[in-house]
């Protein structure tokens, strides 16, 4: 259902290299680049992750509730994820572990606040 997600940024080179590491973790590159921004994939074929500086010209906010969440085929990918985020400058929002369900996932704000995170699916 989902084509593709795009966050908002003030300072486009330093969150475009805050990606590049974090993605590069899990095979995700650069897929497309824009006056304004960038966007990384798999493939175009699959859904994309857009960053871009505002179309409005205002200031980048974050959006109250909204989160974003990339998937991973293992803990150890969440767990490897979630380290990565923080290494780089982003802010812990919950350390990987069990969520229910046979939900596994590690929470994270970026360098501009924007929350995230890094999820993966167990059977019971």
């Known amino acids: 259902m989902i084509g593709y997600t ?3 940024t003030n300072d ?3 969150a475009t290299a805050f ?3 974090l993605f590069a973790v899990i095979g995700i590159q650069r897929l497309m680049t824009f006056d304004r921004g960038y966007a990384w ?3 175009m074929d699959q859904p994309g992750f857009g960053l871009l500086t505002p ?3 205002q200031p980048a906010t974050v959006g109250n509730g909204v989160m974003i969440a990339l998937a991973a085929d293992s803990e150890e990918k969440v767990r490897a ?3 990565k985020a923080l290494e780089l400058g982003g802010q812990d ?3 990987p572990g069990p969520r229910g369900g046979g939900f596994y996932a590690g929470y994270f ?4 606040g924007n929350k995230l995170n890094a999820f993966c699916m167990k059977p019971e």
């Open 81 to 83: 994820l979630h380290a």
């Open 93 to 95: 929002e919950g350390a």
């Open 55 to 57: 179309f409005d010209g």
């Open 109 to 112: 704000r970026d360098l501009d």
């Open 6 to 8: 795009t966050l908002g």
């Open 41 to 43: 994939g798999r493939s």
């Open 12 to 14: 486009l080179p330093r």
């Open 19 to 21: 990606y590049d590491q």
